[in-house]
C-alpha cells in the first residue's frame, strides 16, 4: 500500500510539475550604448542606491572587483541608467578579490 501511494506521488508530481519558461534575454543600456565588461563575469544588484525612489545598477567587475554604478534618471517602470562611476571608500576606488 505505502508503495502505492509513493508511486502514485511521484507520478502525479512528476505530471503536474511544470517546465519552466524564459524570456529572450535583454541587452542592458546607459548612456545610450550597451554595457559591456571586459572579460569574466558580472555581479548586478539593482537597488535604490542613493535613495530617490528609483531603482539602480550597481555592477561588480570579476577582473578587478571595481564595482560600477549606473543611476537610474528615468522611473522603475522606463529606466534610464547613466554611468556614475565607480564606488569610493575614503577616496579610493573599491576592489573586491575574488574567491
Do not use: C, H
Not at 505530471?15 to 541587452?27: F, K, S
Not at 577582473?63 to 562611476?85: A, R
Amino acid at each position: 500500500m505505502k508503495l502505492t501511494v509513493l508511486l502514485f506521488f511521484i507520478f502525479t508530481t512528476a505530471i503536474l510539475a511544470q517546465v519552466p519558461t524564459y524570456e529572450n534575454y535583454q541587452y542592458v543600456y546607459a548612456d545610450g550604448s550597451q554595457i559591456t565588461l571586459p572579460i569574466g563575469n558580472a555581479s548586478p544588484l539593482v537597488t535604490d542606491w542613493n535613495s530617490d525612489g528609483k531603482k539602480d545598477l550597481l555592477l561588480g567587475r570579476f577582473s578587478n572587483g571595481n564595482i560600477l554604478l549606473y543611476t537610474n534618471t528615468g522611473t522603475n517602470d522606463s529606466p534610464v541608467l547613466t554611468y556614475t562611476g565607480l564606488l569610493q571608500a575614503g577616496g579610493s576606488n573599491i576592489s573586491l578579490s575574488s574567491g
